[in-house]
């Protein structure tokens, strides 16, 4: 990997921390639709799964993230079952965007002293309950005050607020339907190599544009599954790390919840084709010492089709106005330069707000993912790198991952992470 | 007393405290489209906000606006999530760039204020009206009453004005 790509000069967070801090363990729920669970029983499975991960026992947590949109468990309910006695925790409201800036909260409680490990989790059913596509009980709230801009006119839905940017990007770049039905083309073909994703049939750019249209340029496939789940991360120092029983993923750098200019009302500020991630690298490259150019695997949230591209082209792996052609040309698939999302995400996989993108980055960094290649006598798959349907969906020699998360077009967070080169 | 009002089925409500949306929709009631200019930038702003987005001054007044303008971007929605708008498919949301300080204080910015493609009376615009309108159309305010102190601001074509040839749609239609 090349470090010197980027200048230090740039850098806004102590160097220090870039490497200090770590990922150790990486938990889930099945994906699922009608899950029987509630919110804090798939918490307490997800936690605990990570724990084992992380070769860790309720001792040794004692802090707690979580973050939810009034669709989940608070943190003190979910240790409490698990005998987890906390020196910190905060429930957070918001959904995408949460993960990466959670995990920069948590390094920064372990730096102030406030605890030493960190459990963040997710636990929503996003598809029997609280609906993320915002129908049934969202959709019923009353409409107050600043919501009437918006709601009052039937612009609701994160699929209807986001499509003015979407279609503005097609205006003013020429970026065509076919070319980002290529992000489903390929976070299916990841999916079909994921046995725990919800979706597991491979689609083509075909059957994108001709499912039916949900609201311009969004047809029915180029919108995420609603799933019930729970997913957790644990972070810790990187040396307490080292004594788990995998290899940290280690954290360059995080951006949390960076916003656009007017982020009350985004729109006005344009232009309205570009996200915050246009910001947001500014932080993140430099505190990194990295840049795109560097990383191996990405995982720019796909809520839509249209935020994976948007992201890629902001963050800059490609220039401005050609994430079309990017996310087209075969780069994100596996086998490709760089793939993308990687467990086939929110399109696929299941929905999380985020958090199995960074799972899965975690995964592919300790070249360990959980596809269906045979498991060796050490325990670890021998990953064969066909990337055939049903097979494997590990990359070769990952040594940098980068994570792209997304609130909405104007508030994003983002993270790098490395392989351990102690 | 707050201002509600029964709009298509919902319930639509502006708090006493709330005074910058207290005053926004009373003025659209009047048919009077007014936005808060901060006294210190002399910047118009939208949607109503606490304090001038460019100074952080909480003092402005509210001036009368031209409520012409120019589509920047849309959204056709073909599949309801509210079940207010369940009958009301495929319906229009329009962002239009005001006349007035479009690309100021910089070149991108403009007051893009949001609403509904309706007929000239106010009614929700019908599929043939809505293939007509794309980035680029020409549009003007209407006024759809809530209360008879709240009314929605909303858009329709302006018929009066120069139309570009071909405003751009979607382009898989």
Same mark, same amino acid.
């Given at each position: ?422 | ?37 901060? @006294? +210190?930038? $002399?910047?118009?702003?939208? !949607?109503?906000?606490? %304090?001038?987005?460019?100074? *952080?001054? =909480? ?59 309706? @007929? +000239?009376? $106010?009614?929700?615009?019908? !599929?043939?009206?809505? %293939?007509?309108?794309?980035? *680029?159309? =020409? ?35």
């Amino acid at each position: 990997m090349t470090l010197a790509s980027v200048s230090d000069h740039d850098a806004s967070s102590p160097r220090h921390l870039r490497g200090r801090y770590a990922i150790c363990g990486v938990g889930e729920t099945s994906y699922r639709r009608g899950s029987q669970e509630s919110t804090r029983s798939l918490a307490t499975w997800a936690v605990s799964n990570a724990m084992r991960d992380a070769g860790m026992s309720a001792g040794d947590i004692d802090g707690m993230l979580s973050y939810s949109g009034n669709d989940s468990t608070f943190a003190p309910f979910v240790a409490g079952d698990l005998g987890i006695r906390l020196n910190f925790y905060m429930d957070v409201h918001g959904g995408g965007s949460s993960t990466e800036a959670l995990i920069g909260i948590a390094m920064g409680v372990i730096e102030a002293g406030m605890c030493r490990t960190v459990a963040i989790y997710r636990a929503m059913n996003g598809y029997s309950a609280v609906r993320i596509g915002g129908t049934g009980a969202r959709s019923a709230v009353p409409i107050v005050g600043d919501q009437i801009h918006h709601r009052a006119y039937g612009w609701q839905s994160a699929g209807q607020m986001f499509a003015p940017t979407f279609l503005r990007h097609m205006y003013d770049y020429g970026t065509t339907p076919e070319q980002v039905a290529a992000v489903k083309v390929a976070h299916s073909k990841h999916a079909s190599n994921n046995p725990k994703a919800y979706y597991r049939r491979r689609y083509t750019v075909e059957d994108v544009v001709s499912s039916r249209m949900i609201c311009t340029p969004l047809h029915l496939l180029d919108c995420c599954v609603e799933t019930d789940n729970a997913t957790c991360i644990i972070v810790t120092g990187v040396e307490r790390a080292r004594d788990c029983p995998s290899p940290p993923a280690v954290i360059l750098a995080v951006v949390g919840r960076c916003c656009k200019p007017r982020i009350d009302m985004h729109y006005q500020h344009g232009p309205i084709s570009t996200v915050a991630g246009h910001y947001a690298r500014e932080l993140l490259w430099p505190n990194a010492g990295v840049g795109p150019e560097d990383i191996d695997v990405t995982g720019s949230y796909d809520a839509f089709t249209f935020t994976t591209m948007l992201q890629l082209e902001d963050y800059g792996f490609c220039r401005k106005g050609e994430g079309g052609h990017y996310v087209s040309d075969g780069t994100i698939e596996l086998g490709g330069r760089r793939p993308n999302n990687t467990s086939g995400g929110h399109l696929c996989e299941g929905y999380t707000h985020g958090m199995n993108m960074v799972i899965e980055n975690t995964r592919q960094l300790r070249g360990d993912v959980d596809d269906s290649c045979p498991v060796g006598p050490d325990g670890r798959r021998l990953h064969t790198h066909d990337y055939a349907e049903g097979g494997c969906r590990q990359v070769r020699d990952v040594e940098l991952t980068a994570n792209l998360g997304w609130a909405m077009p104007g508030t994003g967070s983002a993270m790098v992470m490395a392989k351990d080169i102690r | 007393m707050p201002i509600q009002g029964d709009y298509m089925g919902m319930t639509l409500t502006i708090e006493d405290l709330d005074r910058e949306n207290r005053d926004f929709f009373r003025y659209c009631a009047a048919r009077d489209f007014r936005l808060q200019r901060g @006294t +210190a930038s $002399g910047l118009l702003r939208y !949607p109503p906000t606490t %304090a001038c987005p460019w100074t *952080g001054e =909480r003092e402005s007044e509210w001036v009368p606006v031209d409520a012409a303008g120019t589509v920047h971007s849309y959204v056709e929605v073909h599949h309801p999530i509210q079940p207010a708008f369940r009958d009301r498919i495929p319906y229009m949301i329009i962002l239009a760039d005001l006349d007035t300080q479009k690309g100021v204080p910089t070149k991108h910015e403009a007051l893009r204020v949001a609403g509904n493609l309706v @007929t +000239a009376d $106010g009614a929700f615009a019908p !599929p043939e009206m809505i %293939a007509r309108v794309g980035i *680029g159309t =020409r549009v003007r305010m209407v006024f759809v009453d809530v209360t008879d102190e709240f009314a929605l601001p909303q858009w329709t074509i302006d018929e009066g004005a120069e139309q570009p040839e071909r405003p751009w749609r979607y382009p898989r239609e």
